[in-house]
Nanobody, 124 residues
């Protein structure tokens, strides 16, 4: 049974940085698209960033472009989301998701595997 486990969330002041990690067990990312999504209270889950594992191609939501960077570690079968210049509106539960997708997509329902989420709180 494949499992994705996120870590690295926490409380940070506005303007600060955090790095989230997502490690997979029981599954390799080698042919996956791996995405980060977030969900704030009372809001729908939204796309943040994604990476095509094979090529390393990344894509970001406009609201995080230039501030967040997604990367991968092949040896550790782990993806990271480096978040900088954090704003209060970045406060949410962040989820990692993976799917064997033919292309990079931003729709949550396209992904088959999800982690449990990690809370990120940015204080202003």
């Amino acid at each position: 049974q494949a499992q994705l486990v996120e870590s690295g969330g926490g409380l940070v002041q506005a303007g600060g940085s955090l790095r989230l990690s997502c490690a997979a067990s029981g599954r390799t990312f080698s042919r996956d698209v791996v995405g980060w999504f977030r969900q704030a209270p009372g809001k729908e889950r939204e796309f943040v960033a994604a990476i095509v594992w094979l090529s390393g191609t990344t894509y970001y939501a406009d609201c995080v472009k230039g501030r967040f960077t997604m990367s991968r570690d092949n040896a550790k079968n782990t993806v990271y989301l480096q978040m900088a210049s954090l704003k209060s509106e970045d406060t949410a539960v962040y989820y990692c998701a993976a799917g064997r997708l033919p292309l990079l997509v931003v729709t949550p329902t396209a992904y088959d595997y999800w982690g449990q989420g990690t809370q990120v709180t940015v204080s202003s």
